[in-house]
């Protein structure tokens, strides 16, 4: 079985900027939650989807934005990027609501110069 | 609101000793699940445990353990006979119950290890 797939896998951009990162979920899995990871914060919760609805929402400025599709794949969207973006964004998914081991993918590596 | 604390940022052994991993967390929550992830240089996450509040059992994988105690708000974490390939940063999580709060975690600031041969 296939397991969680981010794209583009490293990405640079600059200042102002946006940007959209793609998450595949494991088949089958329909939440879908996305985390950044810097070395300040360490690791933070974005958002989670499930059937294409966001049930939960951390503390990031509206500048960061996601969706979830009928298929279950997700994007996130960060317009006007800052250098404090500068992450590893992490996808992971879940089978079903409720708390379920989450199966994290490799990341999505953005640089913000 | 909810808070995970892993003192230790970093631990260094040499292979073949115990290293245990401290995790203290925080909320008001009387049923809630905590977790470990381990996070090799590859970057990916691996889940490790789920534990629910109800649950303080000891739990032991392998060379891995686990000590969960509700009286102290810890869930520490043991590698016995630890090997190179432990080597990793490892987080552990808390997660509340409810549709609303979905799997939504919140992690610790992740604990180093350093395993040398």
């Known amino acids: 079985k296939a397991g969680v797939t981010q794209t583009p896998r490293y990405l640079i951009k600059t200042r102002g900027q946006q940007v959209t990162l793609s998450c595949s979920p494991i088949s089958g899995h329909r939440s879908v939650s996305w985390y950044q990871q810097t070395p300040g914060q360490g690791l933070q919760f974005l958002f989670e989807y499930f059937s294409e609805t966001q049930r939960n929402k951390g503390n990031f400025p509206g500048r960061f934005s996601g969706r979830q599709f009928s298929n279950s794949r997700s994007e996130m969207n960060v317009s006007t990027l800052e250098l404090g973006d500068s992450a590893l964004y992490l996808c992971?998914?879940?089978?079903?609501?409720?708390?379920?081991?989450?199966?994290f993918g490799p990341g999505t590596r953005l640089t913000v110069l | 609101a909810q808070k995970v604390t892993q003192a230790q940022t970093e631990i260094s052994v040499v292979e073949k000793e115990d290293v245990t991993l401290d995790c203290v967390y925080e909320?008001?929550?009387?049923?809630?699940?905590l977790f470990w992830y381990k996070q090799p240089p590859s970057g990916e996450l691996v889940f490790l445990i789920r534990r629910n509040s109800f649950d303080e059992q000891n739990e032991i994988s392998g060379r891995y353990s686990w000590n969960f105690q509700k009286s102290t708000s810890s869930f520490n974490f043991t590698i016995t006979a630890s090997q190179v390939v432990d080597s990793a940063v490892y987080f552990c999580a808390l997660s509340e119950l409810g549709w609303a709060a979905g799997n939504k975690l919140t992690f610790g600031g992740g604990t180093r290890v350093l395993v040398k041969p």
């Open positions: 909320t008001r929550d009387t049923t809630y699940y």
């Open positions: 992971a998914s879940s089978l079903e609501e409720g708390i379920n081991e989450q199966f």
